[in-house]
C-alpha cells in the first residue's frame, strides 16, 4: 500500500488508490518507513462519530518520499509494514488540488484541512503520476514518476474510435439559440474570408482545408478570419449549420500516460451577444459579447488502466471546471451531457443559470435541455494526436493557422453601458457600471479568437 483514500461523504463511492510492487532486482524501489509523525486526530470533535480516526505520515527513509497517508482507528502507531515509501528519483512533486473535508461546512486555512493531490507539473511531455491517495494541509507528499515513458498503453486510431463512439457527449443548446455550431469546412466554403493588415479592402476567400491559411507563426495581429461582407449571406452563416456539422479531436497522453485526454473541439461562425442579469432585472448589452468565430471544448479524461471514463472537463469563457465521471449526466449508456450556454457557447454539466459575477449582478449563462442537439458520435473527425507520430494523423492545415478566427471588434463600450443604465434604478448603476469595465476582452467580445492550438491546454492540463 502506497497510502489512504479518501473523499467527501456526500457523493457516490468512486475512487481509486494505485498499490505498488516492487520487481527491481534488489528491491530497491520501495521501503518501509522508519517511523511515523500522528498529523490529526478526530479526539477532539463534538460530532457524532463510529469511532475516532487517526492520520498518520511516513516518515520515510533518507532517499525516499512518502506519497500517501495511513489511516487508524486507533491512537498506536501503524506497523512500518503497514505502507511503503518510494525512491526519490520514481517521485515527482505533488500539489494539493480539491477540498476533500475539513472541521467546517467549508475550508478554513486556520483549521486541519485534506485535499485530494496531483502534479505540478501535468503536460504531454511531464511524467507526474497522481497515486489517488489524499493529503492533509501540513502535510508534504510527493506523487509518483513514470520513470520509462512507455506510450503503448496510448490508444491507437482504432481504439480512439471505439472509446470515442462509446464516450461521446451529447450537446445540448439552448431552445432560443440562433448560433450553432459548423464544420470548418463549410465556414470556409460558405465565404469565410481571409484578411490581411494594409490590404484590407482586397479579402482573399479561404480554401475547403484551409491550404492558403498562414501556417504556424504566431499572432502577430497580421491575419484574421471574417463572415462573408454581403449582409444576407453574413446572417446565414452567423447561424452556423448544425446538421451537418462535426467535431475535432485533439487526442494526447496525461498524468505519465496514465491517462488519455480526448479534447473534442465545437467551432461556431458567430458568438452572440451578452445579457446581464442585474438583482432581479434581465438587461440585454447590446452588442458586447458579439464575436466571429467561436471555439469551445469538452475534455473526456480517460484511465488507461481500465478504459473508463474518470472525468470530464468543461470549458467556461477563459476557464473551466472538471466533473468527476460519478458526477455526470448520462443518457443511452455511456454519453455524457453537455449543456451549450446561450449565445456564449460555455459549457457547463448541467442546465440552469450561471451567473458570471458576485453580488447579484452579473453575465447570464443559461442553459436547458432542448430538441436542438448535438450527438457528437456522429461527425468527428481526429485532427490531432502527436504521440502517434508525425504520419498517423495528417493535420489539417487550419489547425495550424494560429492568427485570429474574427476580427478584433471595436465599439464604445461607454455608449453600450449608457444604454443599459437608462433602465436601472439609480442605486445599481454604479454597480453594474463598475462589474462590466472588469470582464475580460474575451466577454466583452472585442478581440477575436484563436484556434485550438493557441489554446495552452493544447500542450497541458485544462486547469
Keep these: 500500500m502506497l497510502g489512504c483514500y479518501a473523499q467527501p461523504n456526500n457523493r457516490l463511492l468512486s475512487g481509486w488508490v494505485l498499490a505498488a510492487k516492487d520487481e527491481s532486482s534488489d528491491d530497491s524501489l520501495l521501503k518501509q518507513p522508519v517511523d511515523y509523525t500522528l498529523v490529526w486526530s478526530s479526539e477532539s470533535l463534538k460530532i457524532k462519530q463510529d469511532g475516532n480516526g487517526y492520520i498518520w505520515l511516513p516518515v520515510a527513509p533518507q532517499g525516499y518520499k512518502a506519497v500517501g497517508h495511513v489511516v487508524t482507528n486507533t491512537n498506536a502507531k501503524p506497523s512500518p509494514d503497514k505502507i ?25 486555512a486556520n483549521e486541519i484541512n485534506f485535499f485530494s493531490s496531483r502534479p505540478v507539473n501535468r503536460g504531454t511531455q511531464d511524467m507526474g ?20 515513458p512507455n506510450l503503448s498503453c ?17 450537446i445540448y443548446f439552448h431552445p432560443k439559440e440562433a448560433y450553432l455550431p459548423s464544420s470548418v469546412t463549410w465556414f470556409f466554403m460558405n465565404g469565410a474570408l481571409l484578411y490581411t493588415t494594409g490590404e484590407e479592402s482586397k479579402p482573399v476567400p479561404i480554401e475547403q482545408t484551409g491550404s492558403n491559411l498562414p501556417q504556424g507563426g504566431s499572432n502577430d495581429g497580421k491575419y484574421w478570419l471574417d463572415l462573408p461582407v454581403d449582409e444576407a449571406n453574413k446572417e446565414r452563416v452567423k447561424k452556423g449549420d448544425l446538421q451537418n456539422s462535426q467535431v475535432y479531436l485533439h487526442v494526447k497522453p496525461m498524468l505519465g500516460a496514465t491517462y488519455t485526454d480526448i479534447a473534442i473541439w465545437v467551432f461556431y461562425p458567430f458568438n452572440g451577444p451578452a445579457k446581464a442579469k ?5 438587461i440585454p448589452l447590446g452588442k458586447i459579447g458579439e464575436h466571429v468565430g467561436d471555439w469551445e471544448h469538452v475534455t473526456l479524461r480517460i484511465s488507461n488502466f481500465n478504459g473508463e471514463l474518470h472525468r470530464m472537463y468543461f470549458s467556461e469563457h477563459s476557464g473551466g471546471s472538471w466533473v468527476d465521471g460519478s458526477d ?16 456564449g457557447h ?17 453575465i447570464r449563462n443559461d442553459t436547458a435541455k432542448s430538441k436542438i442537439v448535438m ?65 475580460p476582452n474575451e466577454v466583452l467580445g472585442e478581440e477575436g479568437p484563436t484556434g485550438p492550438k493557441v489554446k495552452r491546454n493544447w500542450n497541458g492540463d485544462e486547469i
Design 375 to 439: 450527438d457528437t458520435g456522429l461527425q468527428f473527425s481526429v485532427v490531432a494526436a502527436e504521440y502517434l507520430g508525425t504520419t498517423a494523423v495528417v493535420e489539417p492545415p487550419w489547425l495550424n493557422y494560429f492568427r485570429k478566427w474574427g476580427p478584433n471588434i471595436s465599439y464604445d463600450l461607454a455608449d453600450e453601458i449608457k444604454k443599459v443604465e437608462k433602465i436601472l434604478p439609480g442605486k445599481l448603476k454604479t454597480a453594474f457600471e463598475k462589474f462590466v469595465n472588469g470582464l
Design 328 to 343: 455526470l449526466e448520462f443518457q443511452h449508456g455511456n454519453k455524457p451531457c453537455a449543456y451549450s450556454s446561450l449565445h
Design 84 to 108: 511503503r515509501c518510494v525512491r526519490s528519483d520514481f517521485t515527482d512533486e505533488a500539489e494539493n488540488y480539491t477540498w476533500i473535508w475539513g472541521p467546517g461546512k467549508d475550508m478554513n
Design 129 to 148: 503520476v497522481c497515486v489517488g491517495t489524499f493529503v492533509a494541509q501540513k502535510s508534504s507528499l510527493a506523487c509518483l514518476k513514470n520513470v520509462k
Design 154 to 170: 496510448m490508444p491507437n486510431l482504432e481504439q480512439i474510435d471505439t472509446l470515442f463512439k462509446a464516450y461521446s457527449p451529447w
Design 278 to 282: 442585474v438583482e432581479l432585472i434581465d
Design 346 to 362: 460555455a459549457m457547463y454539466s448541467k442546465p440552469g443559470l450561471v451567473l458570471q459575477g458576485s453580488g447579484g449582478i452579473g
